[in-house]
C-alpha cells in the first residue's frame, strides 16, 4: 500500500536557524512528488514538483531534493513570514490520477 | 484570473441536512478534485474528474456525489449530512491527473 509519511510533525525554530524537513514514501513506482505550503485558514499553495531522484528545485529560502525514498524541503536562514504547515503529496504510477498527501509538517519561526 | 474559487466559506448543518459545495476555475483545466482535510490526516481524495462527464471515487467517497457537466464546474453534494463529514474541503485542479494541482480557499463545514 502506497503511504506518506512526513517528520517531525512539527518544527519551532530561531530566525536564521536553518533545518530540513522530511518527506518518506512508499509506492511502487513514482510518477511525481509534490511540496505545498499552507497557511491557517488557507488552501494548500504550490511550492515544488520533482520527478526523479537526484533532482532539486530552489526558490528563495526553499530547496527541495529527492532520492529513491524520501524528499527534504530545506530552510534555510528562515524568517517569521516562513512558519508555515509544510505539505508533501506523492503520485504514483499505480494510482492514476490520485495524489496522496502526508499528515504534514508544521513550522513556527520566531524573531 | 480567479483560479479556483470556492462558495460558501463557511456553512453549518444540522445531521440529515443536504448541500452542495460548489467549486469553480477558469483555467481550463480538464482535472478537477475534491479534498477532506481533518486534524491530524492530511488531504484526502474524495472524488475526482478527467473532463466533463467522467467522474471517479477517491479514498473516502462514502456520503458523497459528485458531477461534472462542464469543464469549470465540479460541486461536491452531501445528500444526508453527519457529524463524521464535519471537516474542511478543499478543490483543486490540474492540466491533467499527474500535473500540478491548484488549490482553492477552502469551505470549512460543521455538522451538527
Known amino acids: 500500500e502506497d503511504q506518506v509519511t512526513q517528520s517531525p510533525e512539527a518544527l519551532r525554530l530561531q530566525e536564521g536557524e536553518s533545518s530540513s524537513l522530511n518527506c518518506s514514501y512508499t509506492v511502487s513506482g513514482l510518477r511525481g512528488l509534490f511540496w505545498y505550503r499552507q497557511d491557517p485558514g488557507k488552501g494548500p499553495e504550490f511550492l515544488f514538483t520533482l520527478y526523479s531522484a537526484g533532482e532539486e528545485k530552489e526558490k528563495e529560502r526553499l530547496k527541495a531534493t529527492l532520492t529513491k525514498k524520501e524528499s527534504f524541503l530545506h530552510i534555510t536562514a528562515p524568517k517569521p513570514e516562513d512558519s508555515a504547515t509544510y505539505l508533501c503529496a506523492v503520485h504514483a504510477t499505480d494510482s492514476w490520477g490520485k495524489l496522496q498527501f502526508g499528515a504534514g509538517t508544521q513550522v513556527v519561526v520566531t524573531p | 484570473n480567479a483560479g479556483v474559487t470556492q462558495t460558501p466559506k463557511f456553512q453549518v448543518l444540522k445531521t440529515g441536512q443536504s448541500m452542495t459545495l460548489q467549486c469553480a476555475q477558469d483555467?481550463?483545466?480538464?482535472?478537477m478534485s475534491w479534498y477532506r482535510q481533518d486534524p491530524g490526516m492530511g488531504l484526502r481524495l474524495i472524488h475526482y474528474s478527467v473532463g466533463a462527464g467522467i467522474t471517479d471515487q477517491g479514498e473516502v467517497p462514502n456520503g458523497y456525489n459528485v458531477s461534472r457537466s462542464t469543464t469549470e464546474d465540479f460541486p461536491l453534494r452531501l445528500l444526508s449530512a453527519a457529524p463524521s463529514q464535519t471537516s474542511v474541503y478543499f478543490c483543486?485542479?490540474?492540466?491533467?491527473?499527474?500535473?500540478?494541482?491548484?488549490f482553492g480557499p477552502g469551505t470549512r463545514l460543521t455538522v451538527l
Open positions: 483555467m481550463n483545466h480538464e482535472y
Open positions: 483543486a485542479s490540474s492540466w491533467g491527473p499527474t500535473d500540478t494541482q491548484y
